[in-house]
């Protein structure tokens, strides 16, 4: 069983910049689909990116062009870059497989504000 440790999260104004992490404590190279996900106040909870065990990945039309999602196996971490952050970014953000499994780690809180 993987269980997934979220971090990197915090405070940031608009248009600035975080890096999210997720470690694994299993290994991640045979889970081929790892995903970042969220939940903003009030709001279920979405799909923002995903990556393959190829390197192909895919994004939310919301985060396109600004977010970007990788996996170095051999460290079994996902990691979520996002740029140009908006206010509408704010949310706790989670990793998991995708589809998920049912546990869930912590998430970790992403604020966008001025």
């Known amino acids: 069983q993987v269980h997934l440790v979220e971090s990197g999260g915090g405070l940031v104004q608009p248009g600035g910049s975080l890096r999210l992490s997720c470690a694994a404590s299993?290994?991640?190279?045979?889970?081929?689909?790892m995903g970042w996900y969220r939940q903003a106040p009030g709001k279920e909870r979405e799909l923002v990116a995903t990556?393959?065990?190829?390197?192909?990945?895919k994004y939310a039309d919301s985060v396109k062009g600004r977010f970007a999602i990788f996996r170095d196996n051999a460290k079994n971490t996902v990691y979520l870059q996002m740029n140009r952050l908006t206010p509408e970014d704010t949310a706790v953000y989670y990793c998991?497989?995708?589809?998920?499994?049912?546990?869930w780690g912590q998430g970790t809180l992403v604020t966008v504000s001025s």
């Open positions: 998991n497989a995708n589809p998920p499994y049912e546990v």
């Open positions: 299993g290994r991640i190279l045979n889970i081929n689909v």
């Open positions: 990556v393959y065990s190829s390197g192909r990945t």
